[in-house]
């Protein structure tokens, strides 16, 4: 089992800037892919970025330029990061962070809201 825990989201205006952290506890070893997902009012899920245990990034097109994803691999603990620049009120959403373990399991955080004020 991996424990996942997001810090970092608020309100924040137009072209302004959040960086979001996820702390991973539990089988850390285990971790292959870190992901961020967000989910805006009235719509599906959707997938932002993305690093593997190697460090290969990938990013989602609605935010490829302005957000950057980044790891901190530890012996007990790994952090996600995510640092959002220009912020628009269309990035407002839930962002949830997840991981996907060596055996393919998936595990999800309770998510941060981020808001952009319009």
């Known amino acids: 089992q991996v424990q996942l825990v997001e810090s970092g989201g608020g309100v924040v205006l137009p072209g302004g800037s959040l960086r979001l952290s996820c702390a991973a506890s539990?089988?850390?070893?285990?971790?292959?892919?870190m992901d961020w997902y967000r989910q805006a009012p009235g719509k599906q899920r959707e997938f932002i970025a993305s690093v593997t245990s190697q460090g290969s990034t990938k990013y989602a097109d609605s935010v490829k330029g302005r957000f950057f994803i980044s790891r901190d691999n530890a012996k007990d603990t790994v952090h996600l990061n995510l640092r959002m620049n220009i912020l628009q009120p269309e990035d407002t959403a839930v962002y949830y962070c997840?991981?996907?373990?060596?055996?393919?399991?998936?595990?999800w955080g309770q998510g941060t809201q981020v808001t952009v004020f319009s």
């Open positions: 997840s991981v996907t373990s060596s055996s393919s399991s998936r595990f």
């Open positions: 539990g089988r850390v070893s285990a971790i292959a892919d």
